[in-house]
C-alpha cells in the first residue's frame, strides 16, 4: 500500500485517519440505487447502532452533510407545538439555540458556566416552573468549544422523571466516551463520521428510538433535505438515502467502523486519554493553562488560555506548527482567549509529545516567560 503524507490534526475534527481509511475511498465506480450499495449503508447504519444501542429498539439514520445537518434533522423534525429546553453552556449549545430559532421553535434557554458542571437542581426547578408543556431537552454531550463534558446520564433521569424526551448531540463523544442510549434515557443523538470514528468528512447520522421515529410520522413538515422520518422511512422501504449520498465517503466510514471494533471504544477511550495526560502535564511545564477543570473534562479536547506574551499571534503560532505538520484551531470560548487542542484521530501520546517540542520551540522564540514567578 502506497504511503500518504501523514499531518497530525489536533483541531476537533476532521481527525487524523489511518492509510487503510483513505484508500477504502478508492473502489470502483457504483451507482449509489444499486442493491450492493444499500447493503453497505445498511451494514454501516447497523453498526453505528450497535456502538450505543439494541437495534431492536434504535436504529441509524443516514444524511450526507457535516454534524450540525444532524443536529438540525433532529431539532427540526423532532419538535412540534410544545416547547423545547437547549442547554447552552458553550458554542455548540448556543448553536442548538440558533437552529431552534431559526425554526421559529419555542426555546426554552438554560445558560451554564462554559466551565463548570450543570447546576442540576436548577434545571429542573426551570422544567418545574415552566408555564408551558416541555416536551423535549437538547444538550450537548461534549462541550467541542471547551472539552466540558455534561452529565448526560443525570440529566436523562431528570427528563425520564418529566417526561421529556433528550436530544443529545454526541459529536466529539461517541466512538469514545461510552455511551448507553436506553439506560441514559437518550430519545434521539447526533453524530458524524469524522471525530472519534476516525473517518472521512461527509457523513452525518442520527440514532434514535424507533417508537420515538414513528411518532413523528404525521407531524407538519417544516424542512426537506433534513427531514428526519421521511429519510427514515425511505431507507427502510429501499435501503436507499432519499437523496444522492457520499459515495466514497461511506466505503471509508466502513472501515473505520471496522478498525474501531478492532480496537473497541474503551481501548479507543485509553489511548485518547493518554494522549490528553501527556498534553496537560506539558502545557503545565510550558506554563499554559486550560479552561475545564479535570473533574468535569471530556479528555477529548482541550481550551487553553493564549499565551500572555507580547510576542504572541495566534496565526503566527498556527503557521509555525502547520510547516512541522501540526494543524491546531482557534478557540471558540467567549470569555477567554483561547486556542483548542484535540487528541482524537489515529495519534497517540508520542504525537503529543512531538507536539508539544515544537509548541516550545515556538514559546521560546517569542520569548514566553516558562518558569512561575515565586508568590
Not at 82 to 99: H, S, T, W
Not at 106 to 123: K, Q, Y
Not at 160 to 172: E, G, L, N
Not at 212 to 227: D, F, G, P
Request: hydrophobic letters at 40%; glycine letters at 4%.
Amino acid at each position: 500500500m502506497q504511503i500518504v503524507k501523514r499531518n497530525i490534526l489536533l483541531n476537533p475534527g476532521p481527525a487524523t485517519t489511518t492509510d487503510r481509511v483513505k484508500f477504502a475511498q478508492v473502489v470502483p465506480d457504483i451507482c449509489p440505487r444499486e442493491t450492493e450499495f444499500g447493503d453497505l449503508m445498511e451494514y454501516v447504519s447497523t453498526e453505528l447502532t450497535q456502538l450505543v444501542a439494541d437495534t431492536k429498539d434504535y436504529t441509524t439514520v443516514l444524511f450526507g452533510g457535516s454534524g450540525t445537518a444532524a443536529v438540525e434533522a433532529i431539532i427540526s423534525s423532532v419538535v412540534s407545538d410544545d416547547v423545547v429546553l437547549v442547554i447552552n453552556n458553550g458554542a455548540y449549545g448556543k448553536r442548538m439555540c440558533e437552529i431552534t430559532k431559526a425554526y421559529d421553535l419555542h426555546l426554552l434557554e438554560f445558560t451554564s458556566p462554559h466551565d463548570a458542571g450543570i447546576d442540576l437542581i436548577s434545571l429542573e426547578k426551570l422544567i418545574q416552573n415552566s408555564s408551558k408543556k416541555i416536551s423535549h431537552l437538547a444538550v450537548v454531550h461534549n462541550e467541542t468549544s471547551t472539552g466540558l463534558l455534561n452529565d448526560i446520564e443525570a440529566i436523562g433521569a431528570i427528563c425520564q422523571k418529566h417526561r421529556i424526551d433528550m436530544i443529545v448531540d454526541a459529536m466529539s463523544s461517541y466512538a469514545a466516551i461510552p455511551i448507553h442510549m436506553d439506560k441514559m434515557n437518550i430519545s434521539f443523538l447526533a453524530a458524524s463520521s469524522n471525530k472519534n470514528l476516525q473517518s472521512v468528512a461527509g457523513v452525518a447520522f442520527v440514532i434514535a428510538n424507533r417508537n420515538k421515529l414513528e411518532c413523528i410520522r404525521h407531524y407538519k413538515t417544516k424542512n426537506y433535505y433534513l427531514n428526519l422520518y421521511q429519510q427514515y422511512q425511505f431507507f427502510c422501504e429501499s435501503h436507499q438515502m432519499r437523496f444522492t449520498p457520499p459515495v466514497q465517503t461511506l466505503y471509508a466510514l466502513k472501515q473505520a467502523i471496522d478498525e474501531l471494533k478492532e480496537e473497541g471504544v474503551e481501548g479507543r477511550y485509553k489511548r485518547y486519554a493518554e494522549s490528553w495526560e501527556t498534553l496537560i502535564k506539558g502545557i503545565a511545564r510550558l506554563n499554559l493553562k486550560y479552561i475545564v477543570p479535570r473533574k468535569h473534562h471530556s479528555k477529548i479536547i482541550t481550551s487553553i488560555v493564549e499565551p500572555d506574551c507580547n510576542g504572541y499571534d495566534f496565526n503566527e503560532m498556527h503557521d509555525y506548527l502547520y510547516k512541522q505538520g501540526f494543524t491546531i484551531y482557534p478557540g471558540k470560548s467567549a470569555e477567554l482567549k483561547t486556542f483548542r487542542i484535540a487528541n482524537i484521530g489515529d495519534i497517540t501520546y508520542k504525537d503529543m509529545e512531538d507536539f508539544l517540542s515544537i509548541l516550545e520551540s515556538y514559546l521560546k522564540a517569542i520569548r514566553y516567560p516558562f518558569e512561575k514567578e515565586d508568590a
